[in-house]
């Protein structure tokens, strides 16, 4: 079982579900202690103690089905065709799977080594006789032979099923063939045999299909993931949005987490000792009531302001995607997008889904004509009440102005006031300032002045973020 | 009162079988999961929506293993002297006021502080000893001859470094206390976490855990709650009930009714001795089970619909029963 069991890991964790080592060993207590016999019970066993959230369960479900399930080779079966066979064969190709662990490992070594007229005849066998256990046990057999679990790209699918083909002895089902091909006689058997051998391959890439189903899903999703992380945001395509989003979601999640520390933090074992005095009066200065120290710790509000005119056009949604990323864990930011005007989208944000709520703001607010001046004088005129010292501005945006007026004045403004101010500028840094570019004028008056294209950059920048607001709680 | 692990589950089947003589009617999952829990002496930590019976379970298990059931309400500010321990300052303050005489007695014939403090430590560390602390339920967990069931309810409104906190008990079931060392579990405690999923759990945590989510009851299981749990109902009344109940969650609600509120439903309607839903009926007990008013509002337009196709479906599982 043990084999078995490890190779049911390398498919969960090829689906994307992480399955530590005490996990694994649990799982194998668990299995001992539930034993086989319930494939329901054996399900929840091993999902209570592999899974660890609702979407693991899910994932986790999926992956038992596809594992646990022995479909093939059996279309061919038709004289196996009650409609309790579903269920019986479950169980029985547990069995199946069982005995295949017990018992001693001969039937490789006959299947592909012994060769000669054996295996031909113990596959040509197996087949025309429909032996659907053997040949599941065969074909399982050779897979784990050639390592089938470490498939990872559907271009190595074509390789694997030769290779399983062989090993389970299809070189001397050819040799049979081709051996009887002349004679007249076997003329019905050789129709047969090569029928038999049509199906083989079916069967046999239908198996591989689904190994890499299982085994291949996380690694290639991983290599996308590194794609992805690495691509400049405006080159990513529509389609990956979602992906995007997943990943955007977790920095966005990270940053939050450090925000929702609690208000206040009992210093344990500091004594307050001017508050214990003054409350003990009343006892006559014995101190029977004590009062600790506690550290009161703000959460910091977040004004971001997106920019989403023309010249950043392919950056915006991922900017706008972050953004929403942020409001979904963060409850006291407010979100501001502009093409000249500043315009609130926060509600639009908590109302709608991630892809609705983008396209909305990219409609309703997107446009040509970048005016950063109109947009600073709308800050100073709306929002620089607001701002206060436990404020974190956030500006999302290349700078470039149009050639118009900057306004960097109340940039410096939001530089007193604002406990933090911070640009993500989407350029690569040697091309602020020039042309209508801002940047060099805005840059000194923020606090983190960042050039972020893509996810990697994000990432970075969230990291430089934490360190700063943890050293400043 | 026996102790916990004297009782023995033979199997999945005799864990099912013993939650329903206790009133509790546990999915084959919640099963699978508790006697493993009970086998491997791993914690549970649940997660679902609310009502739909997570506490009920650690009050179900203590009932069945016939040991006491602590529970610890989680909140945002809980700290280890609320969970674990404290010392009776105030005991301590009287004592020594009380024991003053005492002392000047004990402290007669000693030559300079320096004797007198020696004195003092010959004495031990008097009020630093179990007489002096309080226990919490943590404490109490652990100190129990018997074992107990240990209920950490909601445990996602804690905060991080209590959810860290937490770690050694769950998986050595011992805690550390400066003044007294570290103290073991006598008896190791089945320990039930909930989590109503309003932040993610820590993986170290999870990692210590064995994880079991309790989605709301499909209609045959509900059934069975609820002829378990309000035993007068009628046969054709539940059926609707349920039916209805269930048509209700697929409506795009704020708060969607549980199994809890389920059973509140039914012994209003049991209290009112209705035979039949009608829409008047459920008109006036729609606030039993729905709690906001933009939910009762958006039910209540669509009861003629959904209560039609309760009747139909509640015939239909009537015809299958038959």
């Known amino acids: ?473 | 009162m026996k102790s916990l692990y004297e009782h023995r589950f033979n199997s999945v089947d005799a864990v099912q079988r013993e939650c329903a003589s206790v009133k509790y009617i546990a999915s084959r999952q919640i099963a699978t999961t508790v006697y493993l829990a009970f086998n491997l002496q791993k914690p549970i930590l649940i997660e679902g929506p609310a009502g739909v019976g997570k506490t009920e379970l650690a009050k179900a298990m203590s009932e069945i293993l016939q040991v006491q059931l602590i529970r610890m309400q989680c909140y945002e500010g809980l700290d280890e002297s609320k969970a674990l321990y404290e010392w009776k300052y105030g005991k301590q303050l009287l004592y020594t006021q009380l024991l003053k005489d005492k002392l000047s007695e004990l402290m007669e014939g000693a030559k300079g502080l320096a004797q007198s403090i020696e004195r003092l430590h010959s004495h031990d560390d008097l009020f630093f000893s179990e007489h002096f602390l309080e226990p919490r339920p943590l404490f109490k967990a652990l100190h129990e001859d018997t074992g107990c069931v240990l209920l950490i309810d909601e445990i996602d409104k804690s905060d991080q470094e209590f959810e860290a906190f937490l770690l050694e008990v769950l998986s050595d079931f011992q805690v550390s206390i400066p003044e007294l060392g570290t103290i073991s579990a006598r008896v190791k405690p089945l320990v039930i976490l909930t989590s109503n999923n309003t932040r993610e759990m820590s993986d170290a945590l999870k990692r210590r855990c064995l994880h079991l989510y309790i989605p709301f009851p499909d209609a045959k299981l509900e059934r069975q709650i609820l002829e378990t749990r309000v035993p007068g109902l009628s046969d054709t009344l539940r059926r609707e009930l349920v039916a209805f109940i269930q048509s209700v969650r697929t409506l795009d609600l704020k708060k969607q009714p549980s199994v809890s509120e389920t059973i509140d439903w039914a012994r209003v309607l049991l209290l009112l001795s209705a035979e039949h839903l009608s829409v008047d009926l459920v008109r006036d007990t729609l606030n039993t089970f729905l709690k906001f008013e933009e939910d009762i509002a958006v039910a209540s337009e669509q009861i003629v619909g959904m209560l039609d196709k309760a009747r139909e479906e509640a015939a239909l599982a009537h015809a299958r029963n038959a």
């Not at chain 1, 399955?19 to 399900?43: K, Y």
């Not at chain 1, 290599?223 to 979602?242: A, P, T, V």
């Not at chain 1, 995607?321 to 006291?332: G, N, P, Q, R, V």
């Not at chain 1, 805005?442 to 920048?461: F, G, Q, S, W």
Request: glycine letters at 6%; aromatic letters at 8%; a positive charge.
């Open chain 1, 1 to 473: 079982m043990q084999e078995t069991l490890e190779d049911f890991f390398k498919a969960l964790r090829g689906s994307d579900l992480d399955v530590s080592l005490t996990d694994g060993i649990e799982a194998g207590r668990a299995l001992s202690i539930v034993g086989v016999a319930d494939r329901e019970v054996l399900r929840h066993a091993l999902g209570a103690t592999l899974a660890k959230s609702l979407d693991d369960r899910i994932v986790f479900d999926a992956c038992f089905d596809r594992f646990f399930s022995y479909d093939l080779f059996r279309k061919a079966s038709g004289r196996t065709n009650d409609p309790n066979a579903m269920e019986v064969k479950t169980s029985e190709s547990q069995d199946v799977r069982h005995e295949e662990e017990s018992a001693p490992r001969v039937g490789k070594g006959q299947c592909a080594g012994a060769g000669g007229g054996g295996g031909a005849q113990g596959l040509a066998d197996m087949l025309l006789k429909n032996d659907q256990a053997a040949l599941i046990k065969s074909m399982n057999e050779a897979a784990r032979q050639v390592g089938v679990t470490d498939i990872w790209f559907f271009t190595q699918k074509g390789q694997y099923i030769q290779k399983i083909q062989e090993q389970m002895g299809l070189k001397d089902l050819n040799q049979l063939i081709n051996g009887l091909a002349g004679n007249p006689q076997a003329a019905g058997r050789v129709t047969n045999l090569k029928l038999a051998r049509r199906r083989l391959f079916e069967e046999v890439r239908n198996f591989v299909e689904k190994q890499l189903a299982m085994y291949g899903t996380a690694p290639t999703k991983r290599l996308h993931d590194e794609y992805l992380q690495s691509q400049k945001l405006s080159n990513i395509e529509q389609r990956d949005f979602q992906r995007m989003h997943e990943i955007v979601r977790k920095l966005a999640k990270r940053l939050a987490v450090i925000h929702s520390k609690k208000k206040k933090q009992e210093t344990r074992g500091q004594l307050d000792f001017r508050k214990t005095m003054r409350r003990n009066v009343a006892f006559d200065g014995v101190l029977f009531e004590t009062y600790w120290r506690t550290k009161v710790i703000e959460r910091a509000k977040v004004i971001a302001i997106c920019d989403v005119s023309g010249s950043v056009r392919n950056y915006a949604r991922f900017l706008l995607l972050f953004l929403y990323s942020l409001t979904e864990f963060m409850a006291k930011i407010r979100s501001f997008a502009f093409t000249n005007t500043l315009v609130e989208v926060t509600d639009v944000f908590d109302d709608m889904p991630v892809n609705q709520a983008v396209d909305k703001v990219m409609k309703e607010v997107g446009g040509s004509g970048t005016d950063y001046g109109q947009m600073f004088r709308d800050v100073e005129d709306r929002l620089m009440s607001k701002i206060d010292k436990r404020t974190t501005v956030l500006i999302l945006g290349d700078a470039r102005n149009n050639h118009g007026e900057p306004q960097a004045d109340v940039m410096r403004l939001l530089h007193q006031r604002a406990k933090r101010v911070i640009w993500l500028n989407p350029e690569p840094r040697a091309f602020w300032g020039l042309g209508d570019s801002e940047m060099k004028r805005y840059a000194p008056h923020c606090h983190i002045v960042k050039e972020c294209n893509t996810l990697k950059h994000l990432e970075r920048t969230m990291d430089d973020l934490l360190r700063v607001s943890t050293a400043a709680v």
